[in-house]
């Protein structure tokens, strides 16, 4: 591609200027752009640059997930405290990113440990809403009138990340009721009984499962390939896998040693069923030391990892 001059040195040695670019090179050299980068220097240099950064191509997928809040464990709902000055940070950048990408964000990617308010998810949900995969963060200080809002907002969302919450149910609902083309989730936390009921009851049409490094009786898992006839895709990699219900601490969890042939049976007209159960695999030793709800915080980015493509960040 040509670059057309402007300026003329010594009457004959055109002067390339970077803002001379056409707007669509600009945003393709912007995509290997760190996010902080592009919205604290770019957006206040030439008009040019300021322009590709609103191109619909950098924003496909905003990706939070090296933003963490700065805060400390409290023994009171939400049970953490979180910084003033983290959260005017992630308030900022919302509003810079949100207003570039006009509305253009397809995946939005929170790190697991990064403190939402209510009113920063409803900001993010109104200015999104063609979101089809989320990465969700802690719940702590996201109320359940603030989940819902959010989701009734995406209702192209087909894919869901969600960390350990209490009670999953009215998500679950409210999904059921505002994605019509949901089909994929992944469950950071533990999946018993009760939660497998609930996915069979109010999302039966799924078709990608991951419970990947968490409890998971053995119970549960056959409600899930019974329940879900729609399921292609089940991920139970580094699963803690007991024969019944798990028992209440101190109690050490008994991990079985492999899948009797029931599970094996109706697990096999599943597209892929994808599981590790290795005495020698460093994530099985984490899970089964962290008794089925891991500390993700110890092992850098690993919460990151997932077997199924699709649902890795």
Same mark, same amino acid.
């Given at each position: 591609?040509?670059?057309?001059?402007?300026?003329?040195?010594?009457?004959?040695?055109?002067?390339?200027?970077?803002?001379?670019?056409?707007?669509?090179?600009?945003?393709?050299?912007?995509?290997?752009?760190?996010?902080?980068?592009?919205?604290?220097?770019?957006?206040?240099?030439?008009?040019?640059?300021?322009?590709?950064?609103?191109?619909?191509?950098?924003?496909?997928?905003?990706?939070?997930?090296?933003?963490?809040?700065?805060?400390?464990?409290?023994?009171?709902?939400?049970?953490?405290?979180?910084?003033?000055?983290?959260?005017?940070?992630?308030?900022?950048?919302?509003?810079?990113?949100?207003?570039?990408?006009?509305?253009?964000?397809?995946?939005?990617?929170?790190?697991?440990?990064?403190?939402?308010?209510?009113?920063?998810?409803?900001?993010?949900?109104?200015?999104?809403?063609?979101?089809?995969?989320?990465?969700?963060?802690?719940?702590?200080?996201?109320?359940?009138?603030?989940?819902?809002?959010?989701?009734?907002?995406?209702?192209?969302?087909?894919?869901?990340?969600?960390?350990?919450?209490?009670?999953?149910?009215?998500?679950?609902?409210?999904?059921?009721?505002?994605?019509?083309?949901?089909?994929?989730?992944?469950?950071?936390?533990? *999946?018993? %009984? &009760?939660?497998?009921?609930? $996915? +069979?009851?109010? #999302?039966?049409? !799924? @078709?990608? =499962?991951? /419970?990947? *490094?968490? %409890? &998971?009786?053995?119970?549960? $898992? +056959?409600?899930? #390939?019974?329940? !879900? @006839?729609? =399921?292609? /895709?089940?991920?139970?990699?580094?699963?803690?896998?007991?024969?019944?219900?798990?028992?209440?601490?101190?109690?050490? =969890?008994?991990?079985?040693?492999?899948?009797?042939?029931?599970?094996?049976?109706?697990?096999?007209?599943?597209?892929?069923?994808?599981?590790?159960?290795?005495?020698?695999?460093?994530?099985?030793?984490?899970?089964?030391?962290?008794?089925?709800?891991?500390?993700?915080?110890?092992?850098?980015?690993?919460?990151?990892?997932?077997?199924?493509?699709?649902?890795?960040?």
């Amino acid at each position: 591609m040509e670059i057309e001059a402007s300026v003329m040195e010594g009457g004959d040695s055109p002067v390339r200027k970077w803002e001379d670019l056409n707007i669509a090179l600009l945003a393709k050299i912007f995509l290997s752009v760190d996010l902080f980068e592009l919205t604290s220097v770019i957006t206040r240099v030439c008009k040019a640059w300021k322009l590709a950064c609103y191109d619909e191509l950098l924003w496909k997928t905003l990706d939070l997930s090296v933003l963490k809040s700065n805060f400390i464990r409290i023994p009171l709902m939400p049970y953490v405290y979180v910084e003033s000055r983290s959260d005017k940070t992630l308030t900022n950048l919302l509003e810079i990113c949100l207003n570039l990408s006009n509305g253009n964000i397809l995946t939005l990617v929170f790190h697991y440990n990064l403190y939402v308010t209510d009113d920063q998810l409803t900001y993010t949900a109104e200015r999104c809403p063609r979101l089809k995969r989320l990465v969700m963060p802690a719940w702590n200080r996201i109320k359940m009138t603030g989940i819902c809002r959010a989701i009734r907002m995406w209702k192209d969302l087909e894919s869901l990340t969600m960390p350990t919450i209490e009670d999953p149910q009215y998500v679950l609902m409210e999904i059921a009721r505002s994605c019509k083309n949901f089909a994929e989730l992944k469950i950071m936390g533990p *999946c018993d %009984v &009760l939660f497998a009921s609930r $996915l +069979v009851g109010f #999302l039966p049409n !799924l @078709k990608v =499962l991951s /419970v990947r *490094c968490t %409890v &998971l009786p053995k119970p549960a $898992l +056959v409600i899930i #390939l019974e329940g !879900l @006839k729609k =399921l292609q /895709v089940l991920n139970i990699s580094h699963c803690v896998i007991t024969e019944d219900l798990p028992p209440p601490p101190p109690a050490p =969890l008994e991990n079985l040693a492999e899948l009797d042939e029931s599970i094996l049976k109706k697990a096999s007209r599943l597209c892929k069923f994808l599981t590790c159960m290795s005495d020698s695999c460093i994530m099985c030793q984490r899970t089964l030391k962290d008794e089925g709800v891991m500390r993700w915080y110890k092992y850098d980015e690993d919460w990151k990892v997932d077997e199924v493509s699709s649902l890795a960040i």
